[in-house]
T-cell receptor, first 120, second 112 residues
Framework: DTGVSQNPRHKITKRGQNVTFRCDPISEHNRLYWYRQTLGQGPEFLTYFQNEAQLEKSRLLSDRFSAERPKGSFSTLEIQRTEQGDSAMYLCASSHPRTGGPSSSYNEQFFGPGTRLTVL | QKEVEQDPGPLSVPEGAIVSLNCTYSNSAFQYFMWYRQYSRKGPELLMYTYSSGNKEDGRFTAQVDKSSKYISLFIRDSQPSDSATYLC????????????FGAGTRLFVKA
């Protein structure tokens, strides 16, 4: 399978514990995005990388959240001192930037299956 | 106010019906308007997108964008039970890495 992969698929943790998720993008995709999705809501943007550079962070990404993408390949999202409000699906997506072509061309983001986090 | 507003439904229709899904958005800088489909326990997958105003058709699916009223629509003709899913409208500009803003999603049930 050459799609976006995420691990683990499910994580149950106790409040106050740290958790780390991993995302492996489609190879050759140099943009990588993290989103959070709660029940009954659409995905909310958290942050994105172009290669190894983290170019934008949402205000949703509190100090307890940190994302890295060493070497511009896989990415990790760490949540420290988890809270019950962190329970959600964490989605990763990747895209390949448009090089040339019309401005009407959209860079499709390909999503992984997500990591479902439950904080007890 | 959310940047992309979408009625979460649920919407239940009989097989073969025409389905109309709608969203509104508030950010005039948005230029790309997407519809994603999400099945239970899966990540969203892009169904189709429209650049600026206009219509786009792909098989049984038609997307419409009216930038003057900031209105986004998706029509599904001859709906099938396999169309049962959550449909997410989304928008982005052409800067910031195409950061995408999603609506809440509309849950669609197509009954055989």
């Amino acid at each position: 399978d050459t799609g976006v992969s995420q691990n683990p698929r499910h994580k149950i943790t106790k409040r106050g514990q740290n958790v780390t998720f991993r995302c492996d993008p489609i190879s050759e995709h140099n943009r990588l995005y993290w989103y959070r999705q709660t029940l009954g809501q659409g995905p909310e943007f958290l942050t994105y990388f172009q290669n190894e550079a983290q170019l934008e962070k949402s205000r949703l990404l509190s100090d307890r959240f940190s994302a890295e993408r060493p070497k511009g390949s896989f990415s990790t999202l760490e949540i420290q001192r988890t809270e019950q409000g962190d329970s959600a699906m964490y989605l990763c997506a990747s895209s390949h930037p448009r090089t040339g072509g019309p401005s009407s061309s959209y860079n499709e983001q390909f999503f992984g299956p997500g990591t479902r986090l439950t904080v007890l | 106010q959310k940047e992309v507003e979408q009625d979460p439904g649920p919407l239940s229709v009989p097989e073969g019906a025409i389905v109309s899904l709608n969203c509104t958005y508030s950010n005039s800088a948005f230029q790309y308007f997407m519809w994603y489909r999400q099945y239970s326990r899966k990540g969203p997958e892009l169904l189709m997108y429209t650049y600026s105003s206009g219509n786009k058709e792909d098989g049984r699916f038609t997307a419409q964008v009216d930038k003057s009223s900031k209105y986004i629509s998706l029509f599904i003709r001859d709906s099938q039970p396999s169309d049962s899913a959550t449909y997410l409208c989304a928008s982005s500009g052409n800067t910031g890495g195409f950061k995408t803003i999603f609506g809440a999603g509309t849950r669609l049930f197509v009954k055989a």
